[in-house]
């Protein structure tokens, strides 16, 4: 079976077992407790908290962990939309993030905020001038993922930030950079982002961690209070086997991030050139979007069927995102981006990573060819 379903999860990375495994038989004691057990995990805290800062090129201090993307989106709109609710209401995304973003300004706006969803071009990236234009006297938060889950596209986060920084100086700007982290370069001290999301399973690290990356001088509202640990946004006892599992991957994904690039470039472009050749399948992504995302329609037929045919010719991939492929809702990611109604219904993603060769891509266009003769005859079409 050949997985490539890596947009969704990734296998840890051996090293990053054995460091989970290992911190979690050594260093049990709480990071908080006074005793020299206590120390030697806050020591492995602290100087995970430094390799992660180092890595990404700001201050320990601007360091926040967390169980996950999930908790680092939330935390980073939410926390702004309640310690600066003062200034104002307004806040500005698109309608193509993810359920971690769109669903957490759904509850706010159900709070009495005020939110603008913009739409997005045909290849799903927001125009730089539509995002200055929606910033209002009362907007405070500006909250944009930097490559999409679905389909790879590229939202122009370093420019839009650049601007808005000249602009509208005050304006807080949040990017979710759980795809584009490994991938994507991004220098966060330059780049007029205040706040970035990463996922640690995204990278080969272990699931149910996560950082924030918070420019200093920005001040989030905590959503779990209690104790004072992570600067006191965000109480409760620090998983450390975790962290450092996460650690490890954080490093090795920036160390490998150029490398993997020019090496996905030319297995992304086979495939993309492979589902341009049937008319009735219809190229999601594009050639400027992320090295990783291979995303196609197949408008009338079923995604979960594809899916499912693929996956008895031993190819693993996906529909829609892994946390919306549940759902029998057509994707809103591609709707945003003008497609059909029955395009958005019929979308596979195939995700790539650093483990993937030229044999790899021979066998999923092989699998890929062998679906579409199995389909053409299929009588479970949606129509
Ligand atoms: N943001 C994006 C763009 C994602 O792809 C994902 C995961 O699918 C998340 C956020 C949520 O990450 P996590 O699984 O760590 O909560």
Redesign the pocket.
């Known amino acids: 079976m050949l997985y490539f379903d890596y947009?969704?999860s990734t296998p840890p990375y051996p090293d990053v077992i054995t460091t989970v495994s290992e911190v979690m038989n050594r260093h049990y004691a709480n990071a908080s407790s006074i005793h020299g057990y206590g120390e030697n995990a806050e020591k492995l805290l602290n100087k995970s908290r430094e390799v992660c800062a180092k890595t990404l090129g700001v201050k320990a201090s601007e360091v926040i962990f967390t169980s996950?993307?999930?908790?680092s989106?939330n935390m980073a709109i939410k926390g702004v939309a309640l310690r600066y609710h003062s200034r104002g209401k307004h806040m500005i995304t698109t309608k193509t993030e993810?359920a971690?973003?769109y669903e957490s300004f759904r509850f706010l706006e159900r709070m009495g905020y005020d939110i603008t969803y913009l739409p997005v071009d045909s290849k799903g990236r927001v125009r730089v001038e539509d995002v200055l234009h929606a910033v209002r006297k009362d907007t405070i938060l500006v909250s944009l993922?930097h490559v999409n889950?679905e389909t790879g596209a590229i939202h122009p986060v370093i420019e839009i930030g650049r601007e808005l920084k000249k602009q509208h100086p005050k304006v807080i700007f949040h990017v979710?950079g759980?795809?584009a982290f490994g991938k994507i370069k991004v220098e966060l001290a330059h780049s007029g982002i205040d706040l970035y999301?990463i996922?640690a399973?995204?990278i080969r690290g272990p699931k149910g961690a996560?950082l924030l990356y918070v420019r200093s001088g920005l001040e989030l509202a905590p959503l779990l209070t209690g104790g004072s640990q992570e600067g006191g946004v965000r109480a409760g006892t620090e998983n450390i086997p975790l962290i450092a599992g996460m650690t490890k991957a954080v490093r090795l994904a920036e160390e490998n991030r150029s490398e993997l690039y020019a090496r996905l470039i030319p297995l992304r472009d086979r495939l993309m050139e492979e589902i341009l050749r049937y008319p009735e399948w219809e190229l999601n992504s594009s050639p400027e979007g992320a090295p990783h995302i291979v995303h196609f329609s197949y408008p009338g037929m079923k995604a979960e069927v594809i899916l499912h045919t693929l996956e008895q010719l031993g190819v693993v991939v996906s529909t829609q995102?892994?946390?919306s492929s549940k759902y029998t809702e057509p994707s809103r990611v591609l709707l945003a981006m003008g497609k059909s109604e029955e395009a958005a219904r019929s979308g596979i993603r195939i995700s790539l990573g650093d483990v993937h060769t030229e044999e790899h891509i021979d066998q999923l266009i092989h699998a890929l060819r062998e679906m579409k003769k199995r389909l053409v005859n299929f009588e479970g079409w949606n129509r």
């Open positions: 947009a969704a996950g993307a999930t908790e989106n993810h971690s973003v993922m889950n979710d759980v795809q999301s996922s399973h995204k996560g995102s892994a946390c």
